[in-house]
């Protein structure tokens, strides 16, 4: 069964740093375009981030200089290193993969961005 498995999350002080994973199994990683995905209470879900298969990166205006995506091939892993956090970044965050038809969803994991 597919798996995506974030990890990373919890509680921050603003302007802190978080770095969330995101472990797939029982997919070929190297040809996914990775994501990460947020979603606050009453809000609609968001893209944050992107990363394709070759070397390409996109953000959301709101996160660019603070917030980098990254993967790791040989450790199926895709990251997403959060600096100088804001409160208006506390959401679940979700990771995805897409290939084609094929997309799969982590479970999301919270990050809360509180002093």
């Known amino acids: 069964q597919v798996q995506l498995v974030e990890s990373g999350g919890g509680l921050v002080q603003p302007g802190g740093s978080l770095r969330l994973s995101c472990a797939a199994s029982?997919?070929?990683?190297?040809?996914?375009?990775m994501a990460w995905y947020r979603q606050a209470p009453g809000k609609e879900r968001e893209l944050v981030a992107t990363?394709?298969?070759?070397?390409?990166?996109n953000y959301v205006d709101s996160v660019k200089g603070r917030f980098t995506i990254s993967r790791d091939n040989a450790k199926s892993t895709v990251y997403l290193q959060m600096n100088s956090l804001k409160p208006e970044d506390t959401a679940v965050y979700y990771c995805?993969?897409?290939?084609?038809?094929?997309?799969?969803w982590g479970q999301g994991t919270q990050v809360t961005v509180s002093s």
């Open positions: 029982r997919i070929t990683f190297s040809i996914y375009t």
């Open positions: 990363i394709t298969s070759g070397v390409g990166s």
């Open positions: 995805n993969a897409v290939f084609g038809a094929l997309r799969y």
